[in-house]
């Protein structure tokens, strides 16, 4: 059990179509990242998030959009999909004061643009 | 800003043979730098990390690695592995910041095989 929860597991979209996918946090964690890994590649970091707020953001243009909730969890939005936005979504969640850099990885959202 | 190179793609062994996967970065300040480990169908796993004290850090499973600020390198190693290390291993670093928890910079991730 990984502690961080995604939802959906899998999801096929149309391009040009919306998504949003979920994320809950590790008990106890109060923020939240969300990363893209393309098939074959690392992961990208695309956004944190912290008590409500994005923290930081990576290279991903502004169709790509999150929000937090009071409760910790974490959406993550892409406008007008392209074929390029398949890949897999993590979320992986820490606490802002852990010095120890304790990032718990969720298993993902695979998601399929056709 | 920074980036992380990891020299091989793809690296195939067998049982019991040592292994060292590469890993170089690109920063100018002090960074905190890690290794995850992704097996089939799971989630990443941390697998060490380092970011103040002894260089040389020993995480799970029997990893060890290096950090050599002189080289800005980061190499993984394990003595003798088994069939189980088959999975995919990612270097990361995040710039140093004295907490925060801040977005991680991935390598390309390398494929590893080990054969019975």
């Known amino acids: 059990d990984a502690g961080v929860t995604q939802s959906p597991t899998h999801l096929i979209k149309t391009r040009g179509q919306q998504v949003t996918l979920r994320c809950s946090p590790k008990?106890?964690?109060?923020?939240v990242s969300w990363y893209q890994q393309a098939l074959g590649q690392g992961p990208q970091f695309i956004f944190q998030y912290y008590e409500e707020e994005e923290r930081q953001r990576g290279n991903f243009p502004d169709r790509f959009s999150g929000h937090q909730f009071p409760n910790y969890s974490s959406e993550l939005n892409v406008n007008a999909l392209l074929l390029g936005d398949s890949a897999l979504y993590l979320c992986?969640?820490?606490?802002?004061?852990?010095?120890?850099?304790?990032?718990?990885f969720g298993s993902g959202t695979r998601l399929t643009v056709v | 800003a920074q980036s992380v190179s990891q020299h091989n793609h793809h690296v195939i062994l067998s049982e019991a043979a040592s292994l060292e996967l590469g890993c170089n970065y690109s920063?100018?300040?002090?960074?905190?730098l890690f290794w995850y480990v992704q097996y089939p169908g799971q989630h990443l796993q941390l697998l060490l990390k380092?970011?103040?004290?002894?260089?040389l850090v020993k995480g799970i499973k029997g990893f060890e690695a290096e950090f050599i600020k002189s080289k800005f390198s980061f190499n993984l190693r394990k003595p003798s592995v088994q069939w189980s290390d088959t999975a995919e291993y990612f270097c990361?670093?995040?710039?140093?910041?004295?907490?925060?928890?801040?977005?991680?910079?991935f390598g390309k991730g390398t494929h590893l095989i080990i054969q019975p």
């Open positions: 920063y100018g300040g002090t960074v905190n």
């Open positions: 380092y970011f103040s004290g002894d260089p």
């Open positions: 990361a670093v995040n710039p140093y910041s004295g907490g925060g928890a801040d977005g991680l910079t």
């Open positions: 008990s106890g964690h109060d923020t």
């Open positions: 992986a969640s820490s606490r802002i004061l852990d010095r120890t850099y304790g990032y718990t």
